[in-house]
């Protein structure tokens, strides 16, 4: 077990280090407001050169800084979260390829690496989902896999497009062609592979069922890597989105996944599932802010909310290995009293998400609602954005409700501890970085604060609808006052709200069942039909009545002889009165 706690540890020093590195890197590159464009010429043959090229400004060395960071730690939470694993060496190789392939995707500005990072995630998000090896981490593994290649296919297609051009470098063509029609396609392949990766509806059905990868995968893909690559995608993009139809559709299917997500999690009871649709939903408000044009609160939302979520599922890691793998929420109660330490960090991690005042989700969240309010949107978007954020604050108070307080629900031989001083160190080190990280990324990002000039009843609106969401977070949660279900006499609508509007069964048993019935359908009427009767069967019937009557002919029989002899002889003279 030794080596095996040294193999962690190293990993762990060796990417914090980097880390650290590429984050003061990035402050010169912010000061001082330097692009390095790095050409690697891997092979050169006559005429030919495949040269690999690289992009290093701020923003991919920050985005690299965090993902290392946030990789670094759950890489030492899995040396205790993993430890009764007997292939712990395989696993953090897995999520080591899998940080590999997000680097590579971060710092290219060319379509072909970037697809060599893109189906890297996606191929070892499939190994990491399928890790456990039970028929349900199965069924997720394939769904994530499929959904994430209708994405890959975009890409293929952006790719061929990109031959009307002299290269694959899409960054220097962005400026330049923004308005023709053939930027137009590659921006709607882009953003279409942007939408599978980052879940946003129709594809919003993977998010949840790749829950069935162990926790520490789940911090780390939900936090700062599989699903926020279609987002950075489109910040890189972004020149794109300004054409009208584009920017306006995205802003519609963003708003519409952050509100289902919101709608979801307040009706469900996994622990791990309400903070993957918390995930979903904060997909949907960054790609819905990106779509009007701020590619930079984008980005800033999306350093935020790294942070915290990766947190909030540290957190929820410890819970369930200290619950013996028990995830149900109506389960739990009363945690606060026995894992205080955790349920503090849970605490922080999730007002953080709420948007309370001066945590690191404040700055980003309220400078985001504040722009919303600032611009010129439709009131269906303004509300689906207030009332998405009311939503959030909603889940987040139910979950508390439902977990930390109350009375402890579980079975009494549950052993509950915060002893467990590797996951500890994690958890109190995201604590730090989602107290004080939005602030410190709002200094180094806006170097110029923008002054925004607000109504009195509009400036304070975000905090009002926090707060109706967190009373009705108490209300839905509080029991005594429900005797009676009266969540019963919606049926309808609660199982409609809860399933994430039929996605999952559309995304599955919707997209191939017709098929397998026209299959069947076809093999029955073809295979084993017509084609059966016409074909195989009817020719094995002719040759053996034609075997049978040879057989006749050859039983020696001198009555059928002559008769034959006489025929011919018949036929013979009739040939030869024809000629003649």
């Given at each position: ?5 040294n ?15 590429l ?21 050169s043959l ?20 965090f ?29 080591l ?6 680097m ?22 499939y ?34 497009w ?12 962005l400026d ?12 709607a392949?882009v ?20 829950m ?18 279609g987002?950075?995608?489109?910040i ?9 139809w ?11 996944t ?19 649709l918390?995930?979903?939903?904060q ?10 044009g ?7 939302h999306?350093?935020?909310h ?12 410890s819970?369930?290995?200290n ?14 009293m ?9 605490n ?7 948007g ?15 722009m ?8 269906f ?7 998405s ?6 889940y987040?108070?139910?979950l508390?409700y ?7 629900n579980?079975s ?15 958890i ?18 806006f170097?110029n ?10 400036k ?34 609660i199982?409609?709200?809860g399933s ?14 017709y098929?397998?019935k ?15 009767f ?12 034609y075997?049978l009557?040879?057989?006749e ?8 002889y ?19």
């Amino acid at each position: 077990m030794n080596s095996l706690v040294n193999y962690c540890k190293t990993s762990f020093y060796f990417l914090i280090f980097i880390s650290i590195s590429l984050f003061l890197l990035s402050m010169k590159f912010i000061l001082k407001d330097l692009v390095y464009f790095i050409e690697w010429e891997v092979l050169s043959l006559q005429s030919m050169s495949i040269v690999m090229t690289f992009l290093f400004d701020w923003m991919s060395l920050m985005f690299m800084s965090f993902v290392l960071l946030i990789s670094s730690l759950v890489i030492f939470y899995s040396n205790q979260y993993m430890e009764e694993d007997y292939n712990i060496n395989r696993f953090i190789l897995l999520v080591l390829m899998f940080v590999m392939s997000m680097m590579l995707l971060i710092i290219s500005p060319n379509l072909i690496s970037i697809l060599l990072g893109w189906d890297g995630l996606g191929l070892v998000s499939y190994c990491l989902v399928i890790y456990f090896q039970n028929v349900k981490s199965y069924n997720a593994g394939m769904l994530t896999a499929l959904s994430n290649r209708v994405g890959d296919v975009a890409l293929l297609l952006a790719i061929a497009w990109m031959l009307n051009y002299g290269s694959w470098n899409y960054i220097f063509y962005l400026d330049m062609l923004s308005t023709k029609f053939e930027m137009m396609i590659i921006g709607a392949l882009v953003m279409l592979a942007a939408m599978t990766k980052s879940a946003q509806i129709p594809f919003s059905s993977w998010l949840p069922a790749a829950m069935a990868a162990p926790t520490p995968v789940s911090a780390l893909v939900h936090s700062s890597t599989l699903v926020t690559a279609g987002v950075y995608l489109l910040i890189r993009f972004n020149v794109l989105l300004t054409d009208l139809w584009m920017g306006q559709f995205l802003l519609l299917v963003s708003g519409l996944t952050m509100f289902m997500a919101g709608l979801g999690a307040n009706f469900e009871f996994d622990l791990k599932k309400i903070i993957a649709l918390s995930t979903l939903s904060q997909l949907g408000l960054m790609m819905s802010i990106l779509s009007m044009g701020f590619y930079k609160l984008a980005f800033f939302h999306l350093l935020t909310h790294a942070l915290f979520k990766a947190l909030l599922f540290m957190c929820a890691g410890s819970i369930i290995h200290n619950m013996k793998n028990s995830q149900d929420i109506r389960m739990m109660g009363s945690l606060n009293m026995s894992m205080p330490l955790t349920c503090s960090c849970f605490n922080i991690a999730n007002l953080a998400l709420c948007g309370m005042p001066f945590l690191a989700g404040f700055y980003s969240k309220d400078l985001i609602l504040e722009m919303v309010m600032l611009s010129y949107v439709n009131s269906f978007s303004f509300f689906l954005f207030f009332f998405s954020t009311g939503l959030t604050v909603c889940y987040s108070f139910r979950l508390v409700y439902y977990s930390m307080t109350g009375e402890f629900n579980s079975s009494s031989l549950h052993p509950l501890n915060d002893k467990s001083m590797i996951m500890l160190f994690s958890i109190f080190f995201l604590m730090i970085m989602a107290i004080i990280g939005g602030s410190m990324l709002s200094w180094l990002m806006f170097l110029n604060p923008s002054m925004i000039c607000l109504p009195f009843d509009m400036k304070i609106l975000t905090l009002i609808v926090c707060l109706l969401g967190g009373s009705m977070g108490y209300l839905l949660t509080n029991v005594k006052l429900f005797f009676i279900n009266k969540g019963l006499y919606y049926y309808n609508f609660i199982y409609f709200a809860g399933s994430m509007w039929f996605m999952p069964v559309l995304s599955t048993v919707g997209i191939i069942n017709y098929p397998l019935k026209l299959g069947l359908y076809s093999f029955k009427s073809f295979d084993q039909g017509w084609s059966e009767f016409f074909g195989g069967q009817m020719l094995y019937n002719q040759l053996k009545n034609y075997s049978l009557y040879l057989q006749e002919f050859q039983n020696n029989s001198l009555k059928i002889y002559l008769l034959s002899y006489m025929l011919w002889f018949i036929i013979l003279l009739m040939m030869i009165s024809f000629i003649n």
